[in-house]
T-cell receptor, first 111, second 114 residues
Framework: GQNIDQPTEMTATEGAIVQINCTYQ??????LFWYQQHAGEAPTFLSY????GLEEKGRFSSFLSRSKGYSYLLLKELQMKDSASYLC????????????FGAGTQVVVTP | EAQVTQNPRYLITVTGKKLTVTCSQN?????MSWYRQDPGLGLRQIYY???????DKGDVPEGYKVSRKEKRNFPLILESPSPNQTSLYFC?????????????FGSGTRLTVV
């Protein structure tokens, strides 16, 4: 399979920065997604990276290194509402309909 | 409003009693998919469909069936549910190839099999 690894949980204080790392298998790679999921709700799209480098979108940025099979999601100026699970997902060329997810990183923002 | 709608939101059933979870999207999306989500395991893909009458297995298809007779609908069928199918289920759809466009998810169906 295409093991997708990310930390289980991270804790940070309001206003701080948190970086969530994700590693994945590079063979047949076609793109890397980040989703946010609040407890009991549907995952919602945050970002997509297919080329190396940093994509910035307001307080959230996502980075990709294809050669290293590595991505990170950077959350700046943390707010209480950012407490959620962040899911890394890999698209592959082996099957265009498949999008495989990591187990998610629970981010806890404390006052 | 563009959305993926799945029903019911909550379902408790008994082992062996056939059930169907419905899913509908109003975005004219080609691709649709079903995932289940379990603590510590994340989202795992059950089945996906590339168009009407075209479906394929995901990573955990055992015990499930799907059909795609119309573009907008993609029901998930459990012919003989078992307790290990207790889970949170999400239906999703995609404008194009999901590995490039990603999926838009429905609100989820929490299924308990006793």
């Amino acid at each position: 399979g295409q093991n997708i690894d990310q930390p289980t949980e991270m804790t940070a204080t309001e206003g701080a920065i948190v970086q969530i790392n994700c590693t994945y298998q590079t063979s047949g790679f076609n793109g890397l997604f980040w989703y946010q999921q609040h407890a009991g709700e549907a995952p919602t799209f945050l970002s997509y990276n297919v080329l190396d480098g940093l994509e910035e979108k307001g307080r959230f940025s996502s980075f990709l290194s294809r050669s290293k099979g590595y991505s990170y999601l950077l959350l700046k100026e943390l707010q209480m509402k950012d407490s959620a699970s962040y899911l890394c997902a890999r698209g592959g060329t082996d099957s265009w309909g498949k999008l495989q997810f990591g187990a998610g990183t629970q981010v806890v923002v404390t006052p | 409003e563009a959305q993926v709608t799945q029903n019911p939101r909550y379902l408790i059933t008994v082992t062996g009693k056939k059930l169907t979870v419905t899913c509908s999207q109003n975005m004219n999306h080609e691709y649709m998919s079903w995932y289940r989500q379990d603590p510590g395991l994340g989202l795992r893909q059950i089945y996906y469909s590339m168009n009407v009458e075209v479906t394929d297995k995901g990573d955990v298809p055992e015990g499930y069936k799907v059909s795609r007779k119309e573009k907008r609908n993609f029901p998930l069928i459990l012919e003989s549910p078992s307790p290990n199918q207790t889970s949170l289920y999400f239906c999703a759809s995609s404008l194009g190839t999901p590995s490039t466009y990603g999926y838009t998810f429905g609100s989820g169906t929490r299924l308990t099999v006793v």
